[in-house]
């Protein structure tokens, strides 16, 4: 109820007279709960089904779609995310590792803060330092507002440090293909 409140002041003051924005402030509190949800996720809850795994080269799971809101605008970040790991005698389903992007995209995020909270969740709860993340996105307070560059895409990357330059080379191939 608070976010409603402070929004229909900020309303207030951008358009006094319009009748038609009355229900506005309930609008956008309830897309605020669902797009800062990831606040209210608990990571550990998400990425907590295992399976035994002799597998010993990259599981990666490519062209993860996320929106996200910067924090210094809360204006949107769309973009890709590419994340990968080679087990360490266990794998989590891909499902999990999608939920894992949203959980952190799904707060107000510098994407380099989530490139790094993705890959270090995945090394905790993988128990595996070979990890890679990419992602690639559009932020809007770069493309809508200011210097008005669209089409600008902002690319962030964590390796794991036990991942040698040859398997950063191949996730990377692999990524990008």
């Known amino acids: 109820m608070k976010i409603e409140t402070h ?6 003051e951008i358009d006094p ?21 990831g606040y209210k996720t608990d990571v550990s809850q998400i990425a907590n089904t295992f399976y035994d795994s002799e597998m010993n080269d990259w599981v990666i799971l490519k062209n993860i779609p996320f929106e996200s809101h910067c924090e210094h605008h809360m204006v949107p970040i769309v ?10 005698g266990k794998i989590i389903g891909a499902s999990k590792l999608a939920r894992i992007v949203d959980c952190f995209a799904h707060r ?52 794991s440090q036990e991942l040698k330059s040859e398997l950063r080379k191949e996730f990377l191939t692999i990524v990008a293909a």
């Open 7 to 12: 929004i229909r002041e900020i309303i207030k």
């Open 17 to 37: 007279n319009n009748d038609g924005l009355d229900k506005t402030p309930a609008r956008i509190s309830k897309s605020y709960d669902e797009f800062f949800s």
């Open 79 to 88: 973009g890709v995310s590419h994340i990968g790991y080679i087990p360490n």
């Open 108 to 159: 107000l995020q510098l994407q380099e803060r989530m490139t790094m909270e993705i890959g270090k969740t995945l090394e905790l709860v993988l128990n595996t330092q070979k990890v890679g993340v990419h992602i690639e996105a559009e932020h809007f307070c770069i493309s809508h507002r200011g210097v008005k560059k669209h089409g600008a895409k902002f690319i962030t990357m964590y390796f």
